[in-house]
Structure formats: C-alpha cells, structure tokens
C-alpha cells in the first residue's frame, strides 16, 4: 500500500532557527497537504499543493511539491514558541479515489 | 474545528462491547474520513467515503464499519471493541472549492477500551 516517509520525526530548535522537514511517497499523489496539530486538537490544514514543482508561501511557511511528485518540503523561517506542535504530511488523490494519507509526524519543540 | 462535529468526546468500553462514534459537517462537502491517531503512528485512515452512498476501506479497516447516511453524517461502528482499538478517533471532511481545498477535522473522540 502507500506509504509515506515523513522525517525528521522531533526536532529540537533555538527560537528564531529555521526548520525544515520533508516527506517521500513510494506513490505518485496529485496532491500534497501540510497539517499542523496541537495537543487534544485535531489537526488544521497549513498549506496544500496542487501541481508538481509548485511553491508555496503562507506566512512563515513555505512548501513545496516535488517535481517527481513523490515528493515535498515544508520549511518554517524564524521559528516561534507557538510554532511548537506535531507536523503532518499527506498525499491525496483528490478526484480519483479521494484517499488521504498521512506521514507519520514531525515533532517540533522550541528551546528557550 | 469549524464545521465538523463529532460524538462522543470520550468513551471507555468493555471488551466486547459496541458503539457508534457520529461525525457530521455543515459544509457541504462530499469526502468525509476516518482516521485514528496512536503515538509514534500518525493518522492512519479507516475508511473514508468520496461521496454519498459510497464508502471505502482504508490502511486500516478491520474492526470497523462505517455508514454515509447522507452528506452530512459519516458513522464509524466497533461491533465488538477489542484493547487493541484504544485510540484517538478522529473525522474530516474535503471539498474541492475550484481548485482549492477546503478540509477540516473534528476534535477527535478519546476511546479507550478495557
């Protein structure tokens, strides 16, 4: 079935550090979705991308769908304490079979 | 969590017991999921439905059942609870608003079973 490899799994940052974490699918998805949970939450869409080699911004954030589409990045600029939560990847096939799946998590703690 | 709703917010089950969890949204939106989250394994879906009337298995399905009764509701069924489905369970739901996406999740339904 699909998988997707999602890593770093923790990162430990200095406030005001760049972080960067990225996905890999052994399966091609039309689209790629970046997700960011707090604790008792349920997870809230950051950015999605919709087309090979695209780049997006929202914020602080900036993603990236690979050119392979096997593929993607998110980077976060300027880390804050509020950016501490668990991170997801998904891949989606939407208008196809509608199948999300979702990496296994990148947790982000912020050193005072 | 604007727009999806789920039921109950805890639950704890005996071994063998039944329950349904409800998730409903307002918005209109055609796909709806199923995933539960356990620590160190992310979201790992259940079932999802692409639409009304259609339901699919996900990475993850035995054990449950699931219900579209409409565009609204999605259910999810544990006929018989088992330990090893102790887990957060949460809902959501996608639209595709021209090319755009709109997805939202539930806050989650805290299940344990003893």
């Known amino acids: 079935g699909q998988q997707l490899n999602q890593s770093p799994q923790s990162m430990f940052i200095q406030e005001g550090e760049d972080v960067s974490m990225n996905c890999t699918s052994s399966s091609i998805f039309n689209t790629w979705l970046w997700y960011k949970q707090e604790p008792g939450e349920g997870p809230v869409l950051l950015i999605a991308l919709y087309k090979a080699g695209e780049l997006t911004s929202n914020g602080r954030l900036t993603a990236q769908f690979g050119i392979t589409r096997k593929d993607s990045f998110l980077n976060i600029s300027a880390s804050i304490p509020s950016d501490v939560g668990i991170y997801f990847c998904?891949?989606?096939?939407?208008?196809?079979?509608?199948?999300?799946?979702f990496g296994k998590g990148t947790r982000l703690h912020i050193l005072p | 969590n604007a727009g999806v709703t789920q039921t109950p917010k805890f639950q704890v089950l005996k071994t063998g017991q039944s329950m349904t969890l409800q998730c409903a949204q307002d918005?209109?939106?055609?796909?709806m999921y199923w995933y539960r989250q356990d620590p160190g394994m992310g979201l790992r879906l259940i079932y999802y439905?692409?639409?009304?009337?259609?339901?699919d298995k996900g990475e993850v399905p035995n054990g449950y059942n699931v219900s579209r009764l409409n565009k609204r509701e999605f259910s999810l069924r544990l006929e018989s609870a088992a330990p090893s489905q102790t887990s957060v369970y949460f809902c959501?739901?996608?639209?595709?608003?021209?090319?755009?996406?709109?997805?939202?999740f539930g806050p989650g339904t805290r299940l344990t079973v003893t």
């Open positions: 439905s692409a639409s009304e009337g259609t339901t």
């Open positions: 918005m209109n939106h055609n796909s």
């Open positions: 998904a891949g989606l096939h939407m208008n196809r079979d509608d199948k999300i799946i």
């Open positions: 959501a739901s996608i639209q595709d608003r021209g090319g755009l996406y709109e997805q939202y």
